[in-house]
Nanobody, 126 residues
């Protein structure tokens, strides 16, 4: 079974950095895509970044491009989301999710992902 567990959330000041981790078990890395998503109170879940685990090809949502970096450590079976220059609007519960890879197809639509971990809360104070 695919198992995902996100961690690393917490309180951070605006302008600061935080690294989230997603422990991933139960699937062959090269055959999957990992996505990071977030959900702020009262708002819809939105995609942040996705990563093709086979070759490290990444895609980012516009609001985080240039500030966030998604990466993988296959030996540790972990996917990371490095978040820099954080803003109060980055506040939310962050989730990692997985879906089987289809070629080089990227998607930041949460409905396209079928495996989810529990979220980790990131709060950015102004």
């Amino acid at each position: 079974d695919v198992q995902l567990q996100a961690s690393g959330g917490g309180l951070v000041q605006a302008g600061g950095s935080r690294r989230l981790s997603c422990a991933a078990l139960g699937f062959t890395f090269r055959d999957y895509v990992i996505g990071w998503f977030r959900q702020a109170p009262g708002k819809e879940r939105e995609g942040v970044a996705s990563l093709l685990l086979r070759d490290g090809d990444a895609d980012y949502a516009g609001p985080v491009k240039g500030r966030f970096t998604i990466s993988v450590d296959e030996a540790k079976r972990a996917v990371y989301l490095q978040m820099n220059s954080l803003k109060p609007e980055d506040t939310g519960v962050y989730y990692c999710a997985a879906r089987p890879r289809r070629g080089t197809f990227h998607t930041l639509t949460w409905l396209d992902y079928m495996h989810w971990g529990q979220g980790t809360l990131v709060t950015v104070s102004s």
